[in-house]
């Protein structure tokens, strides 16, 4: 069971949140397109997206995508399908499959002489990472086959899926990293890449440990309720490298900030709307069924808090955007000081439809064909169409100067 050592951080840090009523856009956010369904009839399940700028042609950028058990899959700015990258296939018949569930880049990489850019991406059916240089506007494998697992010591634990699940990427002036976190454990962990030949392996640094249960304001103790055996797992990270800050949205939680290196103790940027109500797993339902709220929680994340993203608007200053999944909106902090609530938004029907339980995001500063304040790039949850018994799932395209001229935020038209 994960440790309660940072428990009493978590307290304090709780006792002085103050968060404000959530604020909401005037006007509604839409999306300008979106991506083709991907049909859980087919074992695809859209995740998180990642964009990738190309600085010589912004009109060849690419949108590259994490869809579970369906692998990868890369889109161009107009929402068209340019590459599927199948998952790894299973190492045994009674074990699973790959299955990518997070996705991030890394820039001007040294692999075997050259530079280049890299897709790393969370691999939660083997406890690895697939590591992809992009090349030509395709992704092309360069993982080392055997770099080995990242939280399991064997294919037993593997099967017990307490594995790889979120995934974010930084660089330091000399190296690169990967954050990954735990499925179904509060553990994150550091990972520094390192090139070996023409291949790309990585070195476990640290890991963290955030906490599974906290003692509130009451003085009773309180834990997440989920299914036995399981804790408050993390999946939406990012990293704000002009400060070497780490963001870790602890799905049930709240909002972690903490050095990128995983040194220091970390504190809470704000708390879900749920934070220390009462549960009790009913195994009979198979559900969860809860008590009066205490009021100790935040005013704006519902359950659960998935994409992390950052959006720069130079010199350290922007914003910290946060999927709020539980009422199908995204918060906005600013990333100076301490991370104030600045608004939310949702992302309603417009040239597309509307945007549900959204999963992983991403957005760039950098002026785009037909995104000239940068683009935003957010995972919908429920792509189905009226009329239709299959599910769907997509990723939806915005504009992020819509987003910002309906809640008075910065935009950033400048390269870095």
Known sequence: MPSRLLALT???AVA???AA???YADEPVTAILETPALWSEDDADADDPAIWVDKDNPADSLVITTAKEAGLYVYDLQGNELQHVDPRPAPGEDDAPGRYNNVDLIENFKLDSERVDLAVASDRGMDNLGIFKIEDGRLVDVTDENAGTIFTASQEEINEEHTAYGLTTWQSRNNAYALVSRNSETEVALLKLVADEDKVTW????TLELPASFELPNGDDWT????PGQYAQVEGMVVDEATGTAYLGQELVGIWKVSADLKGEPELVDTAVEFGVPGVYNPDTDECEYGPD???GGDVLHTDIEGLTIYSTGRGTGYLLASSQGDNTYAVYNLRGSNSYLGSFAIASGPVDSTQHSDGADVVNIPLPGYPGGLLVVQDGDNTPEG???SSTNFKYLSWQAVAENLNLRTNCTRH
């Open 224 to 227: 997440t309720c989920d299914d």
């Open 16 to 18: 002085a949140l103050v």
């Open 21 to 23: 009523p959530a604020a």
């Open 10 to 12: 978590a307290v304090g």
């Open 294 to 296: 205490p009021g100790y």
């Open 203 to 206: 070195q476990k640094v640290r």
């Open 388 to 390: 239709t018994d299959e």
